[in-house]
């Protein structure tokens, strides 16, 4: 028959990072691209454990259809978290388990954004929120991504040339892909901005728990918690596979985007939910994340040695104190894709930061992942990326 | 902060029958409302030893990201049942894994429809169905649904009108809420519309496996694989709590919906993927749903019984062969919300057939579900459905 697709789908295209990380697969290759967690520090037998407890003790019941919501002593249990971690007070009944974070924003994107409205992004910003957040057609509005969080000056001039947008997406803790995360004053004075300018924040936080280095910094949530919708994710904390996330969401939008689960999913795989509340349970989640975070701490120590040691003095790149990321800046003369193909010549393979910004400017810039890959192995990579690197300049 | 939405979900409320079903689930009233599987019937043993099966063989690599697209395996499995049980090719490249049937309609609504859009459905059509395909906001033209199949002067009428539908959705067997199947020559007449019209129909098919009486019916798909999508589920065969179901799609198609699921939820629960996988290849799928259907057979039997000998003459209900759902039409003067009310009362629920309806004008039918309810229970709920209904009248 004769091809159709909405308007929203006629030009959408494969994302670019899926093609390149089939060719990442290759066992020669040297792998800096994916951003899987590292397999080694699942927790599978605590999993098959809390398996066969749920399913023996509760037999038919953990199978069956469940609430849009979620399981309930789930949703108690992140709620307490909030409250023992970060002193915040979540109420359990605003709290929306989600099929991993990446639903919460094709979730918010149905209920909160219209065609062609601004909406304000990092730049450069996670490339699963420009996916998800694409399908409503709004207008990115790239705000950049420095150091010490999100330029305030440009936020503010954006605020005040008379935007449309009522939604800024941020991911404040150990950003993907630049590794960045705001610091304290950054987010007190983004969160001021949010209730001044009425502006509702998608607070996006796969990795505050792998905090590796330095102080923890309160969510932007707890300064602003009316202008927050904050989401969490289980996959880099325990596992990826059962697709498992949440959204905190504020009194006002609770009902709707319920609603819009609903008529998503109906709900989050039910079984799932319930095995990993016995293993949050029946186990430390601190314990286990102490162990993520030695060896993340431990391998993004040796990427940076590695790079200082191979790359040439006009490469930058960030020092994160958590997560899984950091990002390279390369001489402006350096096209990142072109490196790409270099580099898969060298046997290293990275992603390069094109996909991550929402105008097609910038070309120098690219993310390397350390969470799968051990010690020997970065600078064996590293080294592989430098000499790559070399025969560009 | 000053709440916003987007325009489609400005007016979108909670569902009714979200609502009704808080109050069936009261212990002294017996309830036809639910739409779930008996658990009764659920592998729970079958399912944890896959469990442990899965994890100690496969270790973390079964709780990592997965594809998109879902597990292989899995895939090649359904395409196989395809061919045994309907002698149909399906690639297995052309399988998508879905979180439930009803991310699949999620899915399709994104790729394929656009606002104002004219979309075929019919009447009474699935409430999950018209859920999910309004945040899409395509205008529904409704196509009664008789005891053969769609009433085809109709479609043909519409199709002649100059309507602008490119899309049809429809559950040919045992239809919920209807308990309906298309016969084999509404099928065949419909999909030669499809062709000659150039429309996509959605095959959703949960209930297929479940026939426990008559001669079981090609797909539509099968009659016209490129103008459909078929869809079909775990739910109502294995478990629900998985949130596994799966659309075959048309080559030209394939890409896109797989775009749309990765930028909806990367990809669906991979553990559960892997058991249920296990679970169908260390047993026999068919030997389970003879059981289901056993029991399934022998309650619907039990409800047409209580029904012929306790309701009223001017009561017409259907004759489902298969399925969950019976469908009951009560005289005109009758409006089966207000016999809701007076049923609550007799301690007896059912779904009023309103939620069912794109336009609001028929009010005396309801949906009544036997999946869940023993032969004993269903001759006493039976009667008092009677009372309140003699009350009505």
Redesign the interface.
């Known amino acids: 028959?004769?091809?159709?697709?909405?308007?929203?789908?006629e030009k959408?295209?494969?994302?670019f990072i899926?093609e390149i990380l089939k060719v990442t697969t290759r066992p020669d290759i040297i792998s800096f691209a994916g951003g899987?967690?590292n397999?080694?520090l699942?927790p599978?037998k605590a999993?098959?454990q809390a398996?066969?407890q749920v399913?023996?003790e509760q037999?038919?019941?953990?199978?069956?259809?469940?609430t849009t919501e979620g399981y309930a002593p789930l949703r108690q249990y992140i709620a307490e978290r909030y409250q023992t971690r970060w002193g915040m007070q979540v109420n359990p009944d605003h709290i929306l388990i989600t099929?991993?974070s990446?639903?919460a924003l094709?979730l918010l994107g149905?209920?909160?954004?219209?065609e062609g409205q601004d909406l304000i992004i990092e730049e450069p910003g996670y490339l699963?929120a420009i996916?998800?957040f694409?399908?409503?057609q709004p207008k990115f509005r790239p705000i950049t991504l420095g150091e010490e969080g999100l330029d305030l000056a440009a936020l503010d001039a954006l605020l005040e040339s008379g935007t449309t947008a009522?939604l800024l997406y941020g991911v404040p803790n150990f950003q993907n892909p630049s590794g960045v995360s705001y610091s304290r004053a950054n987010r007190a004075a983004l969160a001021e901005r949010?209730?001044r300018h009425?502006?509702?924040m998608v607070e996006d936080d796969p990795y505050g728990e792998l905090r590796f280095e330095g102080e923890s910094i309160d969510p932007v949530a707890k300064l602003a918690p009316?202008?927050t919708v904050l989401l969490g994710s289980f996959?880099k904390t325990v596992?990826?596979?059962?697709?498992l996330g949440w959204m905190v969401v504020?009194a006002?939008?609770h009902?709707?985007v319920?609603?819009?689960k609903?008529?998503?999913?109906?709900?989050?795989?039910?079984?799932?939910q319930q095995v990993l509340h016995r293993f949050l349970t029946t186990h430390s989640l601190d314990a286990h994340l102490e162990k993520i975070k030695e060896v993340y701490g431990r391998q993004r120590a040796a990427m940076e040695v590695a790079l200082a040691r191979h790359c040439p003095p006009s490469v930058r790149w960030t020092r994160p104190e958590g997560g899984m990321f950091l990002w390279l800046t390369l001489p402006e003369s350096v096209c990142a894709m072109e490196l790409f193909q270099v580099a898969i010549e060298e046997k290293v393979a990275f992603v390069p930061g094109a996909p991550f910004y929402v105008r097609p400017d910038i070309k120098n810039t690219l993310r390397l992942s350390f969470s799968c890959v051990d010690e020997a192995t970065i600078e064996e990579g590293v080294q592989r990326l430098a000499r790559a690197l070399r025969k560009m300049l």
């Open positions: 028959m004769q091809p159709f697709f909405s308007q929203r789908f959408v295209e494969p994302s899926r899987l967690p397999p080694n699942f599978v999993i098959e398996c066969q399913l023996s037999g038919a019941a953990t199978l069956q259809y469940a099929s991993g990446q639903q094709d149905k209920v909160l954004i219209d699963g996916q998800a694409s399908v409503y009522r949010l209730i009425n502006l509702l009316e202008n996959s596992v990826p596979g059962f697709r504020p006002w939008l009902k709707k319920t609603i819009a609903q008529a998503t999913d109906l709900h989050s795989n039910a079984f799932s």
